[in-house]
């Protein structure tokens, strides 16, 4: 499995929204609101690279509010 943090930016006062609708794609782990830089992170899992990428551009990011992402890969060294 290929696991990675999304940090994510939104549009003002989205940010709620955007994480409960995103905790709800399957293969996203957590989905959390924060403050800071950006408005929401993510940490979600795939098979492959690949799908990883897929999850990322035709689910997360098709998500309403969202202006920005960042995809963090995980490595274990």
Not at 24 to 34: F, M, R, S
Not at 51 to 56: E, H, N, S, T, W
Request: with cysteine.
């Amino acid at each position: 499995m290929v696991q990675a943090y999304i940090l994510i930016q939104t549009e003002v006062g989205k940010a709620t929204a955007v994480a409960q609708a995103i905790s709800k794609i399957k293969g996203v782990i957590q989905a959390e609101d924060v403050t800071g830089p950006y408005d929401v992170i993510v940490r979600a899992e795939a098979t492959t690279v690949d799908d990883l990428g897929r999850l990322v551009v035709a689910q997360i990011q098709q998500v309403d509010g969202i202006t920005r992402t960042l995809t963090c890969p995980v490595v274990h060294l």
